[in-house]
């Protein structure tokens, strides 16, 4: 039956029974709509999960809803997948399973319906509340007046993109009043509170001045509260000093003007694909991603999520690898409520990687040189999430003679395989000789 049948016979159905009253009417309803559905009309199927959610014309029952809108999902009614995702993340008629109302909203939304796009990135940031929630604070005190200090390092945990994050204590009394700031010479400081009555907790990057991170907030109630120190941008680690006080302390003056690099130019579309394929097939062969338990498949984001697609070009240049590389839509990713581990699965089912480009800020110098660091995040099932700082660099003074020497074709991998061909008609701009340098991942 096509769709436009089933929908002519769901609209008759409600036509015909919107006449009826009595209870007569609910019962014969649904009677109609479960047979439609038995045969496969995901539309009726849909009704009918309405009809159990609202107790219209049935006696409630949200369970047997969510399984009426499991066979609408199946049938590939992207809105209810979103819906039934959000059941799954509230526990509304199912047991509460974070890793399946993210499979269904991550099918919804690469189904095209936008609004399970942003339903999942108040899921992800639930999520990571509730990690930071649970971030221990050891002897780690923080008192009204009283400066303190510490220091970022790759021992702490790592939670968002790639952010060491320490977490300190800090007892306040309900209605006190106090303002927070965090201050680093070596990285910019990033700020958040959480704590009873503060729900998803305040944040903040540089209101303090400068590259200083301030909130200035009333307790609403009395209690622990957590003041919690990261960077602004992934794996920086230093010294920091922590300040709690009654009053507002003066700001400090300037902008914060910290770059990761002071690259003049941006690169070229072309250069780019090069750039990132230099980049990936280095650390494809790092023991990081050789390393553990076998899996099935790769899957290459981009952004702070990961859930921007990786491009084609950049895709089919790695088509070679084994195991196979592909976009980010191939793997669906979860944490274990457990152990707040990743579960990243690959689209056949099996374990898989999953490789985000978080930030690439690499550029060209006005001598044509090209220097530049890129940010990635490694998640692999079971195993704590890690980050990668990977130097480029490009001497342009080696890479000239390096075409003289070959006459311009062929050129060198160099560390990273940064010397592979490009797609058809990148020419030697598109990066095709030049002699990338990745290091430091």
């Not at 609910?26 to 109609?32: K, Y």
């Not at 002897?139 to 702490?156: C, F, N, Y």
């Not at 590259?211 to 960077?231: H, K, Q």
Request: proline fraction near 5%.
């Amino acid at each position: 039956m096509s769709v436009a049948s089933m929908k002519r016979n769901a609209l008759f159905a409600v036509v015909f029974l919107g006449l009826w009253t009595s209870p007569l009417a609910g019962q014969l309803q649904e009677r109609l709509y479960r047979e439609a559905c038995d045969g496969g009309g995901v539309l009726e199927c849909n009704l009918l999960g309405i009809m159990y959610e609202t107790g219209d014309g049935v006696a409630q029952d949200l369970g047997r809803a969510a399984t009426f809108y499991q066979k609408a999902c199946d049938g590939e009614i992207m809105e209810t997948c979103a819906h039934l995702g959000v059941m799954y993340a509230n526990g509304t008629g199912v047991t509460q399973d974070f890793s399946r109302a993210i499979t269904l909203l991550q099918r919804a939304c690469d189904g095209g319906e936008t609004e399970a796009c942003s339903q999942l990135d108040v899921l992800f940031q639930l999520m990571t509340i509730a990690v930071l929630q649970q971030l221990p604070v050891d002897d780690r005190v923080l008192t009204i007046g009283v400066e303190a200090s510490g220091r970022l390092s790759d021992a702490d945990p790592e939670v968002m993109a790639g952010q060491y994050t320490q977490a300190w204590a800090l007892t306040l009394g309900a209605g006190q009043e106090v303002t927070v700031v965090a201050a680093s010479s070596d990285f910019d400081a990033y700020l958040r509170v959480m704590g009873p009555g503060l729900d998803s907790g305040l944040s903040d990057d540089d209101s303090g001045g400068g590259c200083d991170a301030r909130i200035t907030f009333t307790a609403p109630e009395g209690g622990l509260y957590r003041a919690m120190v990261n960077s602004a941008n992934p794996s920086e680690m230093g010294e920091f000093v922590l300040r709690a006080s009654d009053a507002p302390p003066a700001t400090a003056s300037g902008t914060c003007s910290r770059a990761v690099v002071s690259a003049t130019e941006p690169l070229p579309p072309a250069l780019q694909v090069q750039m990132h394929v230099a980049v990936l097939e280095h650390v494809l062969e790092s023991d990081v991603i050789r390393a553990g338990e076998p899996v099935t498949a790769i899957c290459v984001g981009v952004g702070g999520t990961g859930e921007q697609l990786a491009s084609s070009d950049i895709l089919s240049s790695l088509s070679g690898h084994e195991p196979p590389v592909v976009t980010s839509t191939d793997c669906t990713r979860s944490i274990d409520a457990a152990t707040s581990l990743p579960k990243i699965q690959a689209s056949d089912g099996g374990p898989g990687i999953f490789l985000t480009v978080v930030e690439a800020p690499v550029g060209r110098e006005a001598d044509g040189s090209i220097t530049g660091v890129v940010v990635l995040r490694v998640e692999r099932d079971g195993v704590a999430p890690r980050t990668l700082r990977c130097s480029v660099e490009v001497d342009m003074e080696v890479g000239v003679q390096r075409r003289a020497t070959t006459g311009g074709r062929g050129g060198n991998r160099g560390v990273g395989g940064g010397g592979r061909v490009g797609p058809a008609g990148s020419g030697t701009q598109g990066g095709r000789n030049l002699p990338w340098e990745i290091s430091g991942c």
